[in-house]
């Protein structure tokens, strides 16, 4: 999405699934234009770290965050049955970066 990048932010997928789930989903999609990141193994480390991980379920539960260039999560919005708005999360990052 070239608008973020024009931001100056970079976009990435974090799945708890295999390269290879990842890379099949991927496909199914007809292509993913960012990185998608296997959290695999260990089981969802980075998910727990970040604590969207879904123990009920054993899935990361779908978040979106917009972390700052020194790691600090500024912004996290957590979605069940919807994807992010990607107008908003624009107009959220902007806001973070004190242009909005």
């Given at each position: 999405?070239?608008?973020?990048?024009?931001?100056?932010?970079?976009?990435?997928?974090?799945?708890?699934?295999?390269?290879?789930?990842?890379?099949?989903?991927?496909?199914?999609?007809?292509?993913?234009?960012?990185?998608?990141?296997?959290?695999?193994?260990?089981?969802?480390?980075?998910?727990?770290?970040?604590?969207?991980?879904?123990?009920?379920?054993g899935i990361a539960n779908r978040t979106l965050m917009i972390v700052d260039p020194d790691g600090v999560v500024r912004y996290t919005e957590e979605?069940?049955?919807?994807?992010?708005?990607?107008?908003?999360?624009?107009?959220?990052?902007?806001?973070?970066?004190?242009?909005?």
């Amino acid at each position: 999405m070239k608008q973020f990048e024009g931001a100056g932010a970079a976009l990435v997928g974090l799945s708890v699934d295999s390269t290879f789930a990842l890379g099949a989903w991927s496909t199914a999609m007809g292509g993913i234009g960012h990185p998608l990141l296997a959290d695999f193994w260990p089981h969802g480390a980075a998910a727990k770290q970040l604590g969207i991980f879904n123990d009920s379920f054993g899935i990361a539960n779908r978040t979106l965050m917009i972390v700052d260039p020194d790691g600090v999560v500024r912004y996290t919005e957590e979605h069940t049955r919807t994807l992010p708005d990607p107008d908003a999360a624009l107009g959220k990052l902007q806001e973070l970066q004190g242009g909005a």
